[in-house]
């Protein structure tokens, strides 16, 4: 469930590449064999960027899941108010917790989810 959660919108994008890389290879213009040799290759380059998308996010979650249970501070992106500060920063000494990968704190209406967020590294 995870994959599709982090992965649906790619998914998505790369179902409409495959539709528009079918019409493109039927037409006339095309040469005979153009659908059965270029929608193989079609396909397995784009599940070869969302699979390897897929594993960098979830190293990088990792990392951050770590990190914090270690006591770091983690920055997230806030999308709630664009006119103000666009991320915020995550610690555990100020009440945040981490349940399936979301961070969460009383104080907020939303949590933020750990495959948006980084380590902070301070100066």
């Known amino acids: 469930m995870s994959f599709l959660e982090l992965e649906g919108a790619y998914i998505t994008i790369a179902i409409f590449i495959l539709i528009i890389g079918a019409i493109v290879t039927t ?6 064999n153009a ?3 270029g929608m193989p290759i079609l396909f397995g380059v784009l599940a070869v960027f969302i699979l390897l998308h897929y594993y960098i ?3 990088r979650m990792s990392e951050v899941k770590s990190a914090f249970e270690s006591g770091k501070t983690i920055i997230c992106e806030s999308r709630e108010n664009r006119k103000a500060a666009q991320s915020i920063l995550i610690s555990k ?7 399936d990968g979301i961070f969460i704190n009383d104080q907020y209406s939303r949590g933020f989810h750990s495959a948006r967020c980084l380590v902070y590294k301070e100066d």
């Open 27 to 32: 037409r006339k213009f095309m040469p005979k």
């Open 35 to 37: 659908f059965k040799k």
């Open 93 to 99: 000494d100020k009440s945040w917790r981490i349940e």
């Open 57 to 59: 996010t979830t190293n």
